[in-house]
């Protein structure tokens, strides 16, 4: 009993003095490891993901130039898994870009759909385009939160393609953080790795360009940002992408509920 007791003590007091690369991972570890990958580059960072939580983390593909996430995370050669929120209102050029990269890189994406009860509801108390006349919150909530939740609530890590330049509310953003909004595997802390964090667009784009990826044809059209058909239109070349999400809305509330307090360390 004494000698299982004090086993226990030394490998307690051996974990926490071992470099947290040969220790079981730990929350604790996040802004140290945060810290060592803030200047590496995205296809590292993924490895780190994918060798630290395996089939426990996924890639979330929106279908715009977030594909570099699934570019990356091939080169790894490293098993992966990416899921996409399918909110039934998405333009039909996404749908391709689905069945493109799905193709390219002969993987199945995991389809998250809303709750069609939840959707029945919303549409016929308040019609198709509520979020038009009262604030995208709600239909986000359904069509996009909701799904997200289900699909976290069965990992321990998921792999972003939220950038700092994308938004003055993530110009703090670390490459990996534990998510302070959404929880993972049976309620248990969940860790978002953001490994397009430090990159900009253009970045984004030559990697795009140099690889051959698929990408969304509505970039072709002016589109930087691509959300759901009615709430995304194409800017002008000088102005910042955000100006094409909800553009009825104060730029202070364009945020889907996906992304909130990215910026903010774990
Ligand atoms: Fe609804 Fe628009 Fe949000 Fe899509 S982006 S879920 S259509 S409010």
């Not at 993901?49 to 995370?73: K, M, P, Q, R, Y």
């Not at 790894?76 to 399918?86: A, E, Q």
Request: include cysteine; charge should be positive; hydrophobic fraction near 35%.
């Amino acid at each position: 009993m004494i000698k299982t007791a004090r086993r226990v003590v030394f490998k307690t007091l051996c974990d926490q003095f071992k470099p947290c690369h040969l220790r079981a991972f730990s929350t604790n570890d996040v802004p140290i490891i945060a810290k060592q990958l803030d200047a590496a580059d995205p296809q590292t960072i993924i490895k780190k993901a994918l060798e630290t939580f395996g089939s426990d983390c996924a890639i979330s593909f929106s279908g715009a130039e977030d594909v570099v996430l699934i570019e990356h995370a091939s080169k790894t050669g490293l098993p992966f898994r990416v899921f996409s929120l399918d909110t039934g209102r998405l333009h039909p050029q996404t749908y391709k870009l689905f069945d493109d990269v799905e193709n390219h890189y002969k993987i199945r994406i995991e389809y998250m759909f809303p709750d069609s009860a939840e959707v029945e509801q919303l549409v016929r108390k308040k019609g198709m385009f509520s979020f038009y006349e009262d604030g995208h919150k709600e239909c986000c909530g359904v069509r996009k939160v909701g799904p997200l939740k289900r699909q976290l609530g069965t990992l321990k890590a998921w792999i972003t393609g939220v950038r700092k330049d994308q938004s003055e509310t993530r110009v703090a953003l670390p490459v990996v953080q534990v998510d302070e909004v959404f929880k993972g595997k049976d309620g248990g802390p969940l860790i978002k790795w953001n490994p397009l964090s430090n990159q900009t667009s253009s970045d984004v784009w030559k990697t795009i360009t140099d690889s051959g990826v698929p990408f969304n044809s509505l970039h072709q059209d002016g589109f930087i940002s691509i959300g759901c058909q009615p709430c995304t239109r194409p800017v002008l070349p000088t102005q910042h992408e955000r100006l094409g999400r909800w553009w009825w809305e104060d730029a202070s509330k364009k945020e889907c509920g996906l992304h909130a307090k990215a910026e903010k360390i774990a």
